[in-house]
């Protein structure tokens, strides 16, 4: 069904109350901040499947006016789920419409901020994303300590380890993940702090499997605790394991495709000297496993940055930069998902700050969102019926949907 323009509740809750300004306690508020923010107007909705719908709106404010896209996902129909979008390789990039009709998705968005861009001389960018993956029930990768992430500040109580997901039981959630993992041989056990993540914490040692790809692995030993500019680590150690055994070291992490039956270790520092003890020869066990903190297991996970807790925006939100977003939220019952992308080019690219993303996605009906990549990132793909490929549809800021690390994707019966 598509309406003309109008205000109105519905599609989900579609802004019953429209938007209002959002200031973090103590924060002073931007010159071009709204004192009042006008209600959010629906220009259109469809039904994409059973379940499954999509709409614009646009919100006039101080600053112009910002159009937007909103795809909603009822988790409770049987056919109607959410998985993540994503390459073929965890260090890999793709336009999220590529990957929707590679994965047979309805309908996707962008997902998680990404190593884009380095300073590091003769090291490149990875095109990892920060925060952790899950996909069909497998874990991908974990996430990188939150000075090495890319994107906006971080509310306060907040990590890179946050994401939306999905558990095994249908039902949607923002939650937050720990990695579980060792490395045991008869010389001892290690700690991992790391899978297949574009930065290690200082000190650590992580793991790279053949999910990762063939992006270089020395950009994990790269960067600091403090900040991701700071040097690569000049004490480093490589460990490669196939079936079981060590069959080569090196003081320098290398680069290429991983095999199957084969895992990489990597230390930095101190995790380092840990991995020198293991030679050639030697019978290696590595585990690891990513831990939700909230039950029941996930099947699948995208990192965010939470805006919304308990039906209320979290405090030290940014109430200043405006900008083109995307962003994820779910109902209090984990049943009804909101996917959201604001047009990416003028005149109708005003955008939102963070604090009024997370008052947006409220007024949706959201009871916990997170913040997903922005800027030229912001994509949403929809294959409306009778189309044979999803195609962008929020005109993105490049001028072209960007090849990003990730996605969520909403798929309709059996995959």
Known sequence: MRSSTLVRPGLALLLAAGLSTLVAPGAAQAETAPTAVAPVTVTSTEQLAPGVTYGSFQVDTPRGVTVGYLLTADLSKNKVSLDLLHPDAVAQRQVVSAMANAQGAVAGVNGDFFNISETHAGVAATGSASGPEIADGEALKFAVP???????GLAPGTSTRDVFGVGVNGKARVDTLSLAGEV???KGTITL??????????????????????ANRVRSTCGSDTSRLDPCSTHTYEVVVRDGVVTSVSTTPGTGPIPAGTEVLVGR???????????VGDRVTVDEKLVSAGEPKLTFAVGGAPILRDGQPLAGLDTKTAAVRSAAGVSADGKTVYLVALAGRAPASAGFTIAELADLMRSFGADAAVNLD????????VREPGQAAATARNNPSDGTERAVANGVGVFVGHR
Do not use: K, M
Not at 146 to 152: D, I
Not at 195 to 214: D, I, K, M
Not at 374 to 381: D, E, H, K, P, R
């Open 146 to 152: 939150n000075a090495q992430r890319f994107g906006p």
């Open 184 to 186: 045991r041989s008869a």
């Open 193 to 214: 702090e790391g899978l297949n993540q574009y930065a290690l914490p200082v000190g650590g040692v992580g793991v790279f499997t053949s999910a990762w790809g063939a």
């Open 269 to 279: 520092e101190g995790g380092a000297d840990e991995l020198d003890d293991l030679v």
């Open 374 to 381: 922005g800027g030229g990132s912001t994509t949403i793909a």
